[in-house]
Each structure stands twice: as C-alpha cells, then as structure tokens.
C-alpha cells in the first residue's frame, strides 16, 4: 500500500494547495484504474506520514473526494474507492500494445468541420495598428462607466439586481436607448422594439437561426463582411452576391434576382458600406424598401458606425422609412465606445422582437445586466452622447491627418478616397505590391494592418485593405505610415 504514496508527487513552489494536488492525484489514479472500486486507502496519518506533510492536510484531500463521491467511509473501518464505481481495468502501459491517443487533442468522436468558419479571429495585442476600424478605447468615458457600474452592484434589491433578467434585456436601457434611436435616426420605436444582444454578430445569428432555412436565398455585396456570410453559410443558405459601386450595392442587380428567384433576405451596411465605406445612395434605399415590400424578403441593416460621419447630417437609416416592417435594424456600443464592451441592439417590430426573445434564452439566457444598467445610466444623463460628439471631432481630425500623411508619403504605392465616415479609409495597393508579404513584413515591425479582402471563395485576394485611424494617436499614425513607406522602398 505504501507504493501508493510513491506515485503522489507534490510540488510546494506550486501555486496548487497541497491538499488539492494529493485529491487530484488519487482521484486521477481511480480514473485510470489503478485503484479499483472497494480499494482501502492508507489512514490519514500513514499517508501524512509517508509523504511527509501535515496530517490535516491529507484530511483535506480526503474529504474533498468524499465530497465529490470518488471515496466512501465506513465507520471504523478506514477510508475506501467507493464502490459504486464502475470498474475500469487499468491499459497496459508496454510500447506497442496501445494506440498512442490523446482526447486533451482530439476527441473520440467524429464532427464534420465547416470551411466558411475557418477564418483568423483578430486580436488587439500589436503595438501599432491600422486595423479593420476599431474605436479608440482610451477616449471612451471609463471612469464615468466604472462609477455607474459600480453604482448597479451594490444599489437596490441584490436578488433582483444579481438575479435572472428578461431575455430581451435590461428593461431600463431599452427605454433609454428607445429615446436615443428616435432622436438620433429618426425611427419610431418603444422598448418592446428593442432586444438587447452581446453586439451585432449575435443579432445576425439570432436572426439567421430564427428565419431562416436551408436552402434559402441570402443577398449580399460581392465586397462584404465577413462575419455576415459566415452566419449566412451557418445557416444552409444560398449565399447570392451582387455588384457594388461607388453608391453601394447595385440594387438593380438584386430586382434582377427577385424576378428569378424567391429572396428570403438582403443585408446591407447601407451607412458606411463594408468595407468600401460608401454610402448608400438615397434612390437606392428607397428602391431598396420598395423591393423588400414587394417581394417579401427581409432587410438586415448592420448600421455598425452610425455616429461618425464627417460632412454633415448622415443619412437616416433605412429603418426610419420601413413603413413595412420588412428591416431588422442592428447597431452596439462595440464600435463606437470599444470591442470589450458588449452591448448591441436589434430593432424591430415586436412580434419579431419577441421571437428571438425566445431563441435568445436557449443559447444566452441574458446579457451583464450590470454593464446594460450601467450604459442606460450614461445614456440617460447624456455621457455617452458627450462622448460621441468629441469622438467624432477627434476621429475627423486623425482621418484628415492620416489622409495627408498618405498623400505625401504613400502616394507612389496605394490610391484612395477620403471616406465622409466610419473609422477606416479604403485604400488600393500598386498591383507590384504583394500586400499579403507587406503585412507579414510590418508585424515584425509591431505594426499590424489586414493583408487584403476576398470578393468571393474563389477570387483572388484583392489588392486591397481597410487601413483604420480611429484607434491610433497622431503620432502613432505617423509612426505607422513611417513603417510602411520605409517597407515599400524596399520592394
């Protein structure tokens, strides 16, 4: 019995208590077999002694995995593998009589994988970016946030604040962001409008998975998100891409499919189109409109960046002249206060809106009641609003001096066009320039900017990327265009 005590390794610089590296070992010991059930185990005192450590530590171990059922006591007669276990008979451990497998790799089981996911995540951990079109976190109201936050912790009911919510949201934030939306893009919603979600992608999904079938037609720009047809392909729909222009999609080429085809939904950045950035010329959203109430088909509107556009008074979106209820309107706080914060929302007529109510509890039973108490707060007493308009003049001013710094150094390598809004400048790379072996170069330099979109699967990469400017300082711009120019001379 004493070899027992030979196999149990403790580590005292482990960060691990003793206790739980003991019940661990044992309790990996019964997984593996070589404690069967029944098996008697040392007394604590034997234990502790054999492997030199307090007696009350062994206690511990051995009341954790009778705790958790892996050990059973009898009264009098020590400490025993309960025997309700089935038994597992131990695999030989000679080279060869084993198949070599590990299920910490892969699992035992067989799943088909799904190319259309198979797609890099980004991540914020480079020094310099010109990334896809990323607020810049340090002008968002932090402190501002963490007082409200704070407040909703320890203010009011803890079993209603700390407890389960409705599935549509934080009742209070719905109100305020109802209030919001109506004076901001001139829709006429209540809160029973609104579902509360993790961020646009989520509304996309729900929407995807409550409306959709296998099979059914999907509409999108040739140059799209691609986060959008990734749910779209999810969903076993027949992914259809049509034309764009300088004005946004070629509408046209969509009544052209209608007329062949039954349409089951269109989505459009119809703001700042992805990634392009253009905006959808006004004739083109009410044909848009039109179409869908003609034809049936349902208007995704992903209106990510709203808030910052540069000339005058954008656009309204394409929600403020549904007279139809065929638009599902989706926006966050993502874009324009910052990724970490997961805040979105889904606009639409309230028989809808109930609906994914109901899909939503299955797959996220709420959101951080919390973190949407705490943006109502900010709403309501009109922080976050302050905050856009001082982003919006901070995220013209770089635009501008990006845009200058491009003219001036860049101009022999790319082309582009001054984009009236969003966060990012869509920007054309001399054909010479392989822009994929350019991005790889600048990551050594700290400096990281997409390596250029796809049109379609098939497609060559474009030689083309959004360079965004919002998340970078003047200086850091400047940085980054240094980087680059210094790059190029080289090919």
């Not at 089981?109 to 079109?133: C, I, N, Q, R, V």
């Amino acid at each position: 019995m004493q070899a027992l005590s030979t196999l149990i390794s403790i580590d005292k610089n482990s960060t691990q208590p003793v206790y739980l590296q003991i019940a661990n070992q044992l309790m990996l010991f019964i997984k593996e077999g070589n404690l069967q059930a029944g098996h008697r185990l040392p007394s604590t005192r034997q234990m502790a002694d054999w492997l030199q450590v307090h007696r009350k530590t062994v206690i511990q171990a051995y009341d954790e995995l009778l705790a958790q059922g892996w050990l059973e006591s009898r009264t009098g007669s020590g400490t025993y593998v309960a025997k309700h276990l089935p038994e597992i008979h131990p695999r030989s451990l000679l080279n060869g009589t084993v198949k070599s497998f590990n299920p910490a790799h892969t699992a035992g089981f067989e799943f088909e994988a799904a190319p259309h996911l198979d797609k890099p995540t980004m991540l914020s951990k480079h020094k310099y970016h010109l990334d896809d079109g990323f607020p810049d976190s340090r002008l968002a109201p932090l402190e501002e946030l963490a007082r409200a936050y704070r407040s909703q912790l320890i203010t009011g009911n803890p079993y209603v604040r700390l407890g389960y919510g409705d599935t549509l949201g934080s009742l209070w934030l719905r109100q305020v962001l109802a209030s919001y939306l109506n004076d901001t893009r001139g829709l006429k919603v209540t809160a029973e409008n609104i579902l509360i979600t993790r961020g646009t992608v989520m509304g996309l999904y729900l929407s995807c998975t409550a409306f959709l079938q296998p099979g059914d037609i999907a509409v999108v720009g040739e140059l799209n998100y691609n986060g959008a047809n990734m749910n779209f392909l999810q969903a076993g729909t027949r992914l259809l891409k049509i034309p764009v222009d300088e004005h946004g999609i070629v509408v046209e080429a969509l009544a052209a499919i209608c007329r062949k085809q039954k349409v089951r939904i269109v989505y459009v950045t119809s703001h700042h189109f992805y990634p392009t950035t253009t905006a959808l010329r006004a004739d083109r959203r009410i044909e848009l409109l039109r179409l869908a109430e003609q034809y049936g088909f349902i208007i995704f509107e992903d209106d990510y960046d709203y808030d910052f556009h540069y000339l005058s008074k954008p656009l309204l979106p394409l929600a403020s002249a549904d007279k139809a209820g065929m638009v599902l309107y989706c926006g966050s706080f993502t874009k324009s206060i910052s990724p970490a914060f997961r805040v979105g929302y889904l606009v639409a007529s309230e028989n809808v809106i109930r609906h994914l109510g109901q899909l939503r509890r299955i797959i996220d039973r709420q959101g951080d009641n919390m973190l949407e108490n705490a943006i109502a707060e900010l709403l309501q007493h009109g922080i976050i609003q302050r905050y856009l308009r001082k982003a919006m003049r901070t995220y013209r001013q770089r635009r501008d001096y990006f845009c200058e710094l491009m003219s001036s150094h860049l101009s022999d390598y790319v082309q582009f066009q001054v984009p009236v809004g969003g966060m990012a400048v869509w920007t054309h790379f001399d054909p010479a320039i392989d822009l994929a072996a350019l991005s790889q170069k600048a990551l050594q330099h700290e400096l990281f900017f997409s390596p250029g979109f796809r049109n379609d699967e098939v497609s060559p990469v474009l030689n083309a990327t959004r360079l965004g400017f919002a998340s970078s300082t003047p200086e850091e711009l400047a940085t980054c265009v240094e980087i680059m120019h210094s790059l190029l001379k080289k090919i």
